[in-house]
């Protein structure tokens, strides 16, 4: 690994030089943060996890005509991806009151939105990741209004899928949080989905019980993480033989 040219490291992610001229390996960590990395935790096998969830839904998105940053699986922990322009937005669609939302609009969570909202967050971790609007966007070039278009348009579609696909094992999808970039292809370029789709970046909440299968386990400090994000890819079909270890508990990193 050290051998490699790290091109990026996230929160939760690590960006290394991919084998192949426009490729990058994308490595997910165990790191578990919150609150703009005000909380911080390592909890052994979620990178693992996420990795697997993550390329499920890629792969599925892929197969449906989603275009997706997503080549392949190369082990437990790694991906081969496209090398893509990120745009600075994190996009996210909502379908249930819940987090953020429910606070700023006084809603009770768990109340069923009259219809699917996107919203839009500059990715900018020393400003807490401020949320704008599409007059924002435009204004300082993050995006033209053509690209605003195609990212809704995407959005919605890959809300659709989510929903059915996480309805058919019993799970509600009350959010989630998706990045898209820019990918040149000659002459051409295309917005496509990029980062991934796991529990650290869906609200998942069981139908009958309500119980949370997502990150707001470790938001507010419920505990279970793992044993959370394992049930998700225990319901999609996706549990594999060698399964981390469930950790005694997260080691809170200073």
């Known amino acids: 690994m050290n051998r490699r040219r790290r091109v990026y490291e996230g929160k939760a992610k690590i960006l290394y030089e991919g084998p192949e001229p426009g490729t ?50 190369l082990n437990m922990r790694e991906q081969l991806i496209r090398e893509v322009e990120i745009i600075p937005l994190e996009v996210v669609v909502r379908n249930v009151a819940a987090g953020s939302l429910a606070q700023r609009l006084g809603m009770e969570e768990g109340t069923q939105l009259p219809r699917s909202i996107i919203e839009f967050y500059y990715k900018n971790d020393e400003l807490g990741d401020p949320m704008v609007s599409e007059e924002h966007v435009t204004a300082f070039g993050w995006a033209s209004p053509q690209e605003i278009d195609d990212i809704m348009a995407l959005a919605l579609r890959i809300n659709d899928f989510l929903t059915g696909l996480f309805l058919g094992v019993g799970i509600r999808l009350v959010d989630f949080k998706v990045e898209f970039g820019r990918l040149y292809e000659g002459e051409m370029m295309r917005i496509i989905l990029a980062d991934e789709i796991s529990p650290d970046s869906c ?33 999609l079909g996706i549990m594999i033989g060698n399964e981390p270890n469930v950790p005694r508990g997260p080691v809170l990193v200073q």
Do not use: C
């Open 203 to 235: 609200r998942l909440w069981d139908i009958q019980s309500g119980d949370k299968l997502d990150k707001d386990r470790f938001r507010r400090d419920m505990g279970g993480l793992v044993e959370a994000y394992q049930e998700v890819a225990r319901r």
């Open 24 to 73: 990058l390996v994308q490595h997910f960590k165990d790191d578990a943060t919150a609150f703009n990395k005000k909380k911080h935790a390592q909890i052994e096998g979620k990178g693992v996890l996420n990795n697997r969830i993550s390329e499920f839904i890629f792969q599925h998105l892929n197969d449906i005509g989603v275009p997706t940053h997503f080549i392949r699986r």
